[in-house]
């Protein structure tokens, strides 16, 4: 699957990260399922992790535990 991040949004709250979500758009190789929305993060899930790289894999890991939750 090709996941990749359009938008990250931050709010603040007195000068620090409230709260984060991370936009994205993804779809699979021949483009028959196509999937957008956000990710919402804590600060502390965003600080350290700020990276594209970083983010897309959480994105990825979301999505999975999203679609197949555990029973």
């Not at 991040?5 to 399922?33: K, L, P, R």
């Not at 965003?46 to 970083?54: F, P």
């Amino acid at each position: 699957m090709n996941v990749q991040i359009t938008n990250i949004n931050i709010s603040y709250a007195d000068g620090a990260i409230n709260a984060v979500q991370v936009y994205f758009s993804a779809t699979t190789e021949n483009h028959e399922i196509n999937i957008s929305g956000y990710v919402p993060l804590t600060a502390g899930e965003y600080t350290g992790n700020e990276s594209i790289e970083v983010l897309t894999g959480i994105v990825k890991q979301t999505i999975i535990d999203k679609l197949s939750p555990a029973v």
